[in-house]
C-alpha cells in the first residue's frame, strides 16, 4: 500500500467520523424545508385578505402636528399616513427604529397599545373565527419572535400552534408562528449551525465543517480513482493470464 493510498484513507475515515453526522443532518434539514410549503411555514393560509381602503385625507392632522403629538425621543426618522383598525393615522417613526401611531384627526396618541386592543388587531389578521388559548406579554424578545422591542403573543387553539406577534409601540402585527414553522425553524438551525440566533448562513462553525465536509468527499473520490485502478489492473492481468 503506498504511502498515498495510507494517508487518504485515514483522512477520509477520521473526517468522515467528524462530519458525518452533520451530512446526515444537512441532508434531513434540506428534505424536511424540501418538503413543507415556505407558505405553511409562514402561515400565509391563516392570513386574512388585506381589502385595500383609500384614506380620506380631508381634515387630517399635518405631519408637523402629528409630530409635535408623538414627541419622539431620538427625532424624527419618517412619518407615514397609513389606514389601521379602520382608521387613519400618522406613523411615527424615529431614528432607534421606534414608532408610534397618532389618530389623523383627533391627534390622540394611540400606541403602546393595550391587550384588549392587541387582541383585536390578532383575530382581524387571521382568516376565520378562531379560539384564543392565551394571551402573554413580553418585555424582551423570545427566542421564537426574533424581532426587537416589546410584543403581544396572542395564541389560538387552531390545531397548527399558531402564534399572532403584536407590537405594542407600533401596533403592528410583526409575526406569525405555527407548529410547521417550528419544525422548520429546528432543522434550520441545524442545517447552518447558528444555535443561538439561527440566522447566521456565514458562521465559523459551518464553514469549518462545509470544509471537512468538502475533504472528506474529495478523499473518497482518490480512493474511488485508486480503487479503480487497481481493478482495471487486476482484470488486465487475469485476461493476459487467460490468453497464455
Not at 109 to 120: H, M
Amino acid at each position: 500500500m503506498t504511502s498515498l493510498l495510507r494517508w487518504t484513507i485515514r483522512v477520509h475515515k477520521w473526517l468522515a467520523l467528524i462530519v458525518g453526522i452533520q451530512i446526515i443532518l444537512w441532508v434531513t434539514g434540506g428534505v424536511v424545508m424540501s418538503v413543507i410549503p415556505i407558505e405553511t411555514v409562514r402561515g400565509e393560509h391563516n392570513i386574512a385578505e388585506v381589502i385595500p381602503v383609500e384614506l380620506d385625507t380631508e381634515n387630517l392632522l399635518s405631519v408637523d402636528e402629528a409630530v409635535d403629538a408623538a414627541s419622539p425621543s431620538s427625532g424624527l426618522s419618517e412619518a407615514r399616513l397609513q389606514h389601521w383598525h379602520g382608521q387613519a393615522v400618522w406613523n411615527v417613526i424615529a431614528r432607534n427604529e421606534t414608532s408610534q401611531l397618532v389618530d389623523a384627526m383627533t391627534g390622540e396618541l394611540l400606541t403602546p397599545i393595550s391587550r384588549e386592543r392587541a387582541i383585536e388587531l390578532a383575530l382581524a389578521d387571521y382568516a376565520g373565527e378562531p379560539e384564543i388559548a392565551s394571551v402573554e406579554y413580553f418585555e424582551e424578545p423570545t427566542w421564537e419572535y426574533r424581532r426587537t422591542g416589546p410584543a403581544w403573543r396572542i395564541s389560538f387553539a387552531d390545531g397548527e400552534g399558531t402564534r399572532v406577534y403584536v407590537s405594542p409601540e407600533s401596533g403592528l402585527v410583526t409575526a406569525h408562528r405555527n407548529d410547521a414553522w417550528r419544525l422548520y425553524d429546528f432543522f434550520w438551525m441545524l442545517h447552518i449551525m447558528d444555535y443561538q440566533e439561527r440566522e447566521n448562513f456565514n458562521n465559523p462553525l459551518v464553514i469549518t465543517a462545509a470544509l471537512f465536509a468538502l475533504v472528506t468527499v474529495l478523499a473518497g473520490l482518490v480512493l474511488l480513482v485508486i480503487r479503480m485502478q487497481r481493478l482495471l489492473r487486476m482484470a488486465l492481468a487475469q485476461r493476459s493470464i487467460s490468453r497464455d
